[in-house]
């Protein structure tokens, strides 16, 4: 028979474990819906009408993506973790909830196809070329980002592993550089994800509300400085010479 402690971490391994899966499940959606362009058929009747209900639609949806992603990292959440003493499991929760509510927001985005701004041939393949290399470049970077600034903690796996191991939380450990950058940053790939938001070969006015709300919603909290870029550089360099010596 188990007893409670057993229980308690065989639930936070499963609950971890979860949330990676998801997580990994819902990149893979993010970057199909962000970098595969869409075939759009236009409104048959009232474009309009069609038209402003989507945007509605979508504006709810990226509205309350918004509000999960700010409530959950809001310090008063993280002290409410603490205080029932499930601080180790707030890192999965907080992925685990933002995996599925952009699946919710993927499934049930509505396309624009009677209002776009511009539509460019990918046929041509020069422009073809440039579109896949923009995006391929941003999505590395984005990855690259997160596996300098520790993925295995940012999916709250370390955590728990930490927990197990009765060893002290790993963000006790972390530098002042690392806290620093933490605090000063929405995301470890801002540019990276305005190029992928805005080079899009058909920008349709979903796309544009989309890239404008989320452009500026990581904007507001990217306050980036020269230690901050320092300590990434090193980071990575530190990184890549590991990946060498291997």
């Given at each position: 028979?188990?007893?409670?402690?057993?229980?308690?971490r065989?639930?936070?391994?499963?609950?971890?474990?979860?949330?990676?899966?998801?997580?990994?499940?819902?990149?893979?959606?993010?970057?199909?819906?962000?970098?595969?362009?869409?075939?759009?058929?236009?409104?048959?009747?009232?474009?309009?009408?069609?038209?402003?209900?989507?945007?509605l639609?979508?504006?709810?949806?990226?509205?309350?993506?918004?509000?999960?992603?700010s409530?959950?990292?809001?310090?008063?959440?993280?002290?409410?973790?603490?205080?029932?003493?499930?601080?180790?499991?707030?890192?999965?929760?907080?992925?685990?909830s933002?995996?599925?509510?952009?699946?919710?927001?993927?499934?049930?985005?509505?396309?624009?196809?009677?209002?776009?701004?511009?539509?460019?041939?990918?046929?041509?393949?020069?422009?073809?070329?440039?579109?896949?290399?923009?995006?391929?470049?941003?999505?590395?970077?984005?990855?690259?980002?997160?596996?300098?600034?520790?993925?295995?903690?940012?999916?709250?796996?370390?955590?728990?592993?930490?927990?197990?191991?009765?060893?002290?939380?790993?963000?006790?450990?972390?530098?002042?550089?690392?806290?620093?950058?933490?605090?000063?940053?929405?995301?470890?790939?801002?540019?990276?994800?305005?190029?992928?938001?805005?080079?899009?070969?058909?920008?349709?006015f979903?796309r544009?509300?989309?890239?404008?709300?989320?452009?500026?919603?990581?904007?507001?909290?990217?306050?980036?400085?020269?230690?901050?870029?320092?300590?990434?550089?090193?980071?990575?360099?530190?990184?890549?010479?590991?990946?060498?010596?291997?």
């Amino acid at each position: 028979m188990l007893n409670t402690l057993q229980i308690s971490r065989l639930f936070q391994l499963i609950l971890s474990g979860f949330g990676m899966l998801t997580t990994f499940y819902m990149i893979t959606e993010l970057t199909y819906f962000l970098s595969v362009p869409q075939k759009l058929e236009p409104y048959l009747k009232e474009p309009e009408l069609m038209t402003s209900w989507a945007l509605l639609t979508n504006m709810m949806l990226l509205s309350l993506f918004i509000l999960q992603h700010s409530l959950l990292s809001s310090s008063r959440v993280k002290e409410a973790f603490e205080a029932s003493g499930f601080q180790v499991l707030h890192r999965s929760v907080y992925v685990m909830s933002t995996s599925g509510i952009l699946l919710y927001l993927l499934r049930h985005w509505k396309s624009t196809p009677s209002a776009i701004l511009w539509a460019f041939n990918l046929n041509y393949k020069p422009l073809w070329w440039l579109y896949v290399s923009i995006h391929t470049v941003a999505w590395i970077i984005i990855y690259v980002g997160n596996i300098c600034c520790d993925v295995t903690e940012l999916l709250g796996i370390k955590q728990v592993y930490y927990n197990i191991m009765n060893l002290p939380d790993p963000n006790l450990r972390k530098s002042k550089q690392w806290q620093r950058l933490n605090n000063h940053i929405r995301h470890p790939s801002f540019l990276a994800f305005a190029l992928i938001f805005w080079t899009s070969p058909i920008m349709s006015f979903d796309r544009i509300l989309l890239a404008v709300i989320l452009t500026t919603y990581m904007y507001i909290a990217w306050n980036p400085d020269g230690s901050d870029y320092d300590y990434q550089k090193y980071q990575f360099e530190r990184k890549h010479f590991r990946l060498d010596h291997f």
